[in-house]
Every structure is written in structure tokens, then in C-alpha cells.
């Protein structure tokens, strides 16, 4: 009885937590579920790796790397979400974009000057060269959509696609490898790839320090952050390291806010309309193709920045970042989340970096560092040892190939999605498109029985 | 008589179809679906469209608004030319459709089925929906929407599945949903193709009401219907169509009476 009680209290208790959950607003649940996902998943491995010794430096180096990575992950999602979780538009050429949008930035401010080695460049300022990546890659967006509009969803993903890897090959080619244009040398440097500015010093640098330049020492907000860094005993370099992952953190939430905005108007509801139906959307009088154009286009640009800031990072890109595996990487992340939720987005984003991607090699960092296992060089000498009665060299060997095998558990975790969860995580939320927050409009007629209801929350904003 | 002819000069289009389809011709292929095809409907009417199978009902449909583009022929709406025009420009005109297999949009809710259907709204500009101090007026206007959206659906008696998933809807509902986006969008004149049909016999009552109220109000019907006593009760004037031509034209009694048509629905080749 006490124990039935009991258990009925839980139930009660939990049912309320969730209603509170649903009764807050839109974007302080969304919030809410983005913050559980990453502390959850720092609790996770910050517990794990503390647990089994790897340290708190360890920790934290592996910490950002996720983070990085996530963040980067979640800008690229999101803006494909748009396209293919809202308008419906199977874009499979993401990393073309990603690639157009580093590339131009890495050509705009790269060294004019690079001596015999390097590749010039205009050396432009970094913040023009975000802005011409940008640009560049809407641009592109739009020669790729214009012809795209006239024919069906199958073969615009094989235009993407084919488009994608025309870009990866152009850059790659010896024709390119350096010309020029208006009497200045340029070029993409081939397969040798470019080096610019490293964009992970450089913005930490404005950040921190008078006119970027670490010379003249910290301005008023580095000032401020370095004292307050040194005072816990945080290393400079570890700060100027988190701060380009900060960086990245407030790109993502502008992003996430602009698409959220987008998502929930008018506008966002003819995206979704176009998903389901064009032919019903442009019956009740919508312009769908300049819609497509538009939505097609912001969202590319978006993969622009994303391939800046992600790729771009270390001052240096080259042709092999941007192979199709990426686009697939980010279409498995938008799947685990759900698509057609921005909050979804960002979440299968950190799930998948964290858990997918960087988990099986952090696992594998975690039992080297507790366990000495044999480490035979084919899987043939495990099988041989197991069956000798001795599994400790198949293990081995397994722990050894676990940043491969992440591979085959992407494949699994793909197909056990689309069978017991096809929408993704939470690509069953009911988001409304609507400015307003539809799922608490109740009929007048309805309201005047009972007010109770009505009464809180209404509008997201 | 000066009276009558000055009310003509006011409205000109008063009293003339709005519209009217000449020599319409489409083609798939050897196939010749619509072949010279041509009626006008009157205002403030319910004209039905009938014929049987394969007689281009559906294609004469498509071609007036837009889904296809005629091979020859004319079609003006309100003394305008729509013949080449895109769907969404016909139906911003007022020419609005409804289709045969119900196109709700699925996986959105009643209400974002019937936000969707308003014409020009601001927030349909991503520009204004994005900018903070813009989308306060997005929300104004979305407001005012959403007034008329819980009206149209009480009148339909379907508000209670406001937040519904359209795609969960019965196909009943689903004609109802479609038939009051429809109006929505202001139109002059509503296409709408087989509504009747998969519509149980109550709710079937309830779709001709309300087609009778909307016809008072001056709005102007075109259907295709399968079911004869459909037509027959509540049409001013039928187009029969068979093999892509109209076959023959005129009150339902006439028709009825028509050994042609008759002719056609029982004999000869479907």
C-alpha cells in the first residue's frame, strides 16, 4: 500500500514537472532543453574522465574540443534544418557551401605577400573576409537554386551534390591553384590548401587586447577578463582558447535566434506549407519559388559563416575538409535531433559531436589510460588469441579501432533511428509556425466557459 | 432605363461571367484530354461540372487554374487573361481552388492550416518577421487573423480540432479544413473539385449549407461532383463533359431529360 503510494506520489510529481515544463514559454523550454542537453553531457564526460584519472586539464582540453565541435556542428544544422527540416529543400551539397564560404575568406585575407611558399591572397581585413565568405556563399546559393526551382526534389539533391563536389574539385584543381585577376595573384593553392590569419587567435586577440594587437596591451574588457582568470589560475592561452569557443557559442545563439524568429511568422509557415504541399501553397496564392529562393540562399550563407569559423579556425584550409562525408555527418546530426525543430538542431547537434563523434575516442583515451591492453596490430591475431582462451587481445584491438568503429555506430544508430524514432529526438514537438504561441489559443467561444485556461503566456517574445 | 445603364457604366463587370473559358485544348502526350472546350460560369451561382471518367474534368480544372498550362485556348477571370498565369497569381486574383484528394498540409496544425491561407500578410516578408521592432505589427495583424480563423471554424464546426495534426484528420474534416482555407484567402470564386467526395451524408449536408450561405453572399461556385443528386439539387446550371468536349450545357432538368448525356453515362465508352 505504502510502497503503491508512494510510487503514485512520484508519478504525480513527475506529471507536474512535466507540466510545468509545458506550460513554459516557447523559447524558455527550448532554452531550458538545449542547457539539460549540455550540461548533461558535460556532467557526463567530466565525471567519466575525472573518474578514471585523466585530470582536470584533460578534462577541460577535451571539453572544448566538444564544445568546438558542437557549436560548429549546431550553426551548419541549423541552417540545413532550414532547408530541409522547414522548406523541404534536399540540400545535400552542404560542405560545397561550407567550402565556398572558407575559401572565399581564406583568398580575401590571405597574405598578398606570402613569400615563395604560400599562396597570396588581398589581405583584407578578417571581418570583410567573414563578410565576403558570406556573401560569396548566398551568392552561390542562389546560381545553384535559380535552375534547381524547376525541377523535383530528387534531382535538386543530385544538383547539390554534384554542385558540391564541381566547388571541391575546382579548388582542388591545378588551374586554380593560382591565377590572376585584375593584375593581382591569387589563387586556392590546389591541394596544398591556403593559409590566412589564424581566426583563433585573431578574435580572441581583438577580444582581449588594444586593436587586436597583443603588443599593446589588454583593453578594458580583457583586462577585466585576464584579472579575473588569473585570480582562479586559468591560464592565458587557455583563455584565449575558450574564448573563440565562446565566440562560437554567441554565433550559434544568434543564429538560433534568427531561425527561430524566421520559423515562428508567417514566413516560416510558408516554408513548412512548401514542405508538405507546394502545389496546395501556391493554390492559396503563395509565390513558393521566391520563397525557396530566399530561404535557400540565407540558409547557404549560414553554411558560409559555419565553414569560416569551423574550418577556417586554424588559419589554413585545404580541399579534404569539405569531402561529402561532412554533409552526411550533418544530415545524421539534424536527424538525431529532429528535423524541423530549431531547438532539435542545436540538441542532435551536441549529441551527436559529444556522444557520436568524440565519445568512442574518449572512451578509448579513458581505458588506455586505466588499463594495459595488448595491442595487436590486425583483428587476426585477437580471433587467434580468443581462441587460445585469451580475449584480451580481440579487446584490445577493439578499444584500439573504436575511433574507426564510431563509423559503423553511426550507421547503426541511423537505422535504429528511422525505425523506432523516425522524427529524431524531438522533431514531434508541436512547434506552431506562428509569432504568436498557437498551442495556447484557445476559441473565444471555448475562453468564455473557462478563463482559467487562457489566462499567461502568450506571446513568445 | 438611363438608371440601369449608369449602374452598367459604375460596375462593368456587374451582370458579365467571371469566368469564361474558350476553345481550351490540353494534350498529354497522344492523349487529347481537353479538346475546344468552351462555357462561362454566372455570377452568384453554383454551376456544376459533371461528366464521367476520363472526360477532363480534372484537366479543364487544372488549366483554368494554372497547375497546367493549356495547349491552346483562353481563360479570363473578371475580364482578365489567367491563361498563363502561375497558381499562386490566379488565386491571388480571387480564382480559388480546392482539389480532389484533399491537400491538407499534413504535419501542421488546423490553425497554421488556416493562418497559411491569408494574402499578403506582412510577416510573409522575412524581413519584416525578423526585425524586432517590425514584428511587433507581424503580431498585431497575426492576431487579427486569428480572430477570423476561430470564426470560420466555429462556422464550419471544427474548431474543436484547432490543434490538431491536419494529417490526423478524417477525410470529412479534411474537405471541411480545405473548403474554409479556402475562403480565407477572399476569394471571388471558388473551384471546388469532387468536395463531396468520401464525405459522409450528414457532413455532406453541412458542405452544401454552407456553400448555399457562401452562394448568397455573392461568392461564385464551380464544382465537380460525381454525385448526381448533388448536382442536380443544388445546381442553377450544369456543364456536361465527356471525351474532353462539353456534351451539354443548361438547367438540371434539362439535362436530365438529355438523351446525349444519358447516352454517355450509360452507354457507349467511358
Known amino acids: 500500500m505504502t510502497d503503491d503510494e508512494q510510487s503514485n506520489d512520484g508519478s504525480e510529481r513527475q506529471a507536474s514537472l512535466r507540466e510545468r515544463f509545458e506550460a513554459l514559454p516557447r523559447w524558455q523550454s527550448d532554452l531550458l532543453l538545449i542547457g539539460a542537453t549540455l550540461l548533461g553531457l558535460y556532467a557526463l564526460m567530466g565525471v567519466l574522465g575525472l573518474v578514471t584519472g585523466l585530470g582536470v586539464s584533460g578534462v577541460t582540453r577535451t571539453l572544448r574540443a566538444v564544445t568546438f565541435l558542437a557549436t560548429a556542428y549546431a550553426l551548419v544544422v541549423l541552417a540545413l534544418n532550414l532547408h530541409w527540416g522547414y522548406t523541404g529543400l534536399f540540400n545535400i551539397g552542404v560542405a560545397g557551401f561550407m567550402a565556398v564560404g572558407a575559401y572565399t575568406m581564406a583568398i580575401a585575407t590571405a597574405d598578398p605577400d606570402p613569400g615563395p611558399a604560400g599562396v597570396p591572397g588581398l589581405g583584407l581585413p578578417v571581418p570583410v573576409g567573414i563578410a565576403l565568405g558570406m556573401i560569396a556563399a548566398g551568392l552561390v546559393g542562389l546560381v545553384v537554386v535559380l535552375p534547381a526551382l524547376r525541377i523535383r526534389a530528387d534531382y535538386f539533391a543530385i544538383v547539390t551534390l554534384a554542385f558540391a563536389e564541381v566547388i571541391r574539385l575546382l579548388i582542388t584543381s591545378g588551374a586554380l591553384r593560382e591565377f590572376e585577376i585584375a593584375g593581382r595573384e591569387l589563387g586556392t593553392g590546389g591541394g596544398a590548401g591556403i593559409n590566412f590569419a589564424r581566426l583563433d587567435t585573431v578574435i580572441p586577440n581583438w577580444v582581449l587586447y588594444r586593436g587586436g594587437d597583443i603588443e599593446q596591451g589588454t583593453n578594458v574588457l580583457g583586462y577585466q577578463i585576464l584579472t579575473l582568470t588569473n585570480a582562479i589560475g586559468i591560464e592565458r592561452t587557455m583563455v584565449e582558447n575558450w574564448l573563440y569557443t565562446f565566440t562560437m557559442i554567441l554565433l550559434v545563439a544568434a543564429v538560433f535566434w534568427l531561425l527561430v524568429r524566421t520559423g515562428n511568422s508567417p514566413f516560416g509557415r510558408m516554408l513548412k506549407a512548401i514542405r508538405e504541399d507546394e502545389l496546395a501553397t501556391k493554390s492559396l496564392g503563395k509565390n513558393t519559388p521566391m520563397v525557396k529562393i530566399k530561404v535557400f540562399v540565407l540558409g547557404c550563407a549560414i553554411m558560409g559563416l559555419a565553414g569560416i569559423f569551423w574550418q577556417g579556425r586554424n588559419g589554413y584550409v585545404d580541399p579534404n575538409a569539405f569531402l561529402p562525408i561532412v554533409t552526411f555527418y550533418i544530415f545524421i546530426a539534424l536527424i538525431i535531433g529532429g528535423s524541423g525543430s530549431n531547438t532539435g538542431s542545436v540538441v542532435g547537434a551536441l549529441v551527436f559531436v559529444g556522444v557520436l563523434f568524440e565519445g568512442p575516442p574518449y572512451a578509448q583515451r579513458i581505458v588506455r589510460q586505466n588499463v594495459d591492453l595488448p595491442r595487436p596490430s590486425t583483428v587476426y591475431d585477437g580471433v587467434v588469441a580468443l581462441g587460445g582462451g585469451d580475449p584480451m587481445p580481440l579487446i584490445g584491438y577493439t578499444v584500439g579501432e573504436l575511433p574507426n568503429l564510431r563509423f559503423i555506430l553511426f550507421g547503426a544508430i541511423l537505422i535504429a533511428l528511422m525505425i523506432y524514432r523516425p522524427d529524431g529526438m524531438l522533431g514531434h514537438r508541436n512547434e506552431p509556425a506562428s509569432p504568436i504561441d498557437l498551442r495556447r489559443e484557445r476559441s473565444p467561444r471555448e475562453g468564455l466557459a473557462d478563463t482559467a485556461s487562457t489566462d499567461g503566456g502568450e506571446v513568445d517574445e | ?270
Not at chain 2, 460596375?11 to 467571371?18: F, K, S, Y
Not at chain 2, 501542421?108 to 491561407?117: C, D, H, P, Q, R
Not at chain 2, 490538431?164 to 482555407?181: C, F, I, T, V
Request: hydrophobic share 40%; with cysteine; charged share 25%.
Open chain 2, 1 to 270: 432605363m438611363s438608371e440601369t445603364e449608369a449602374t452598367g457604366v459604375e460596375n462593368p463587370e456587374e451582370g458579365a461571367a467571371p469566368l469564361e473559358v474558350s476553345n481550351l485544348r490540353k494534350t498529354f502526350g497522344g492523349v487529347v484530354a481537353v479538346d475546344d472546350t468552351s462555357f462561362s460560369v454566372e455570377r452568384g451561382s453554383i454551376t456544376g461540372l459533371i461528366g464521367p471518367n476520363g472526360a477532363g474534368k480534372s484537366t479543364t480544372f487544372n488549366c483554368i487554374t494554372g497547375v497546367h498550362t493549356p495547349d491552346s485556348g483562353r481563360v479570363v477571370f473578371e475580364g482578365e487573361a489567367i491563361t498563363n498565369l502561375n497558381p499562386n497569381q490566379i488565386a491571388g486574383k480571387g480564382l480559388v481552388r480546392t482539389f480532389q484528394i484533399a491537400r491538407e498540409l499534413s504535419e501542421m496544425t488546423v490553425l497554421e492550416n488556416m493562418l497559411l491561407a491569408f494574402e499578403n500578410q506582412q510577416g510573409e516578408d522575412l524581413w519584416r518577421s525578423v526585425t524586432p521592432g517590425l514584428r511587433k505589427r507581424v503580431i498585431e495583424e497575426e492576431r487579427a487573423f486569428l480572430e477570423r480563423v476561430w470564426e470560420t471554424l466555429e462556422l464550419f464546426e471544427i474548431d474543436h480540432l484547432a490543434h490538431e495534426q491536419a494529417g490526423n484528420l478524417s477525410g470529412g474534416q479534411r474537405k471541411l479544413l480545405e473548403l474554409s482555407r479556402a475562403l480565407l484567402t477572399d476569394p471571388e470564386m471558388l473551384l471546388l473539385d469532387e468536395p463531396m467526395a468520401g464525405v459522409n451524408p450528414s457532413l455532406e449536408k453541412k458542405l452544401l449549407e454552407r456553400i448555399h450561405e457562401l452562394k448568397a453572399q455573392g461568392y461564385t461556385f464551380l464544382l465537380v461532383e460525381h454525385d448526381m443528386d448533388v448536382i442536380m439539387e443544388n445546381c442553377e446550371h450544369v456543364i456536361v463533359m465527356h471525351q474532353g468536349r462539353v456534351l451539354s450545357e443548361g438547367p438540371p432538368a434539362a439535362i436530365q431529360a438529355d438523351e446525349q448525356v444519358i447516352e454517355a453515362y450509360l452507354g457507349g465508352e467511358v
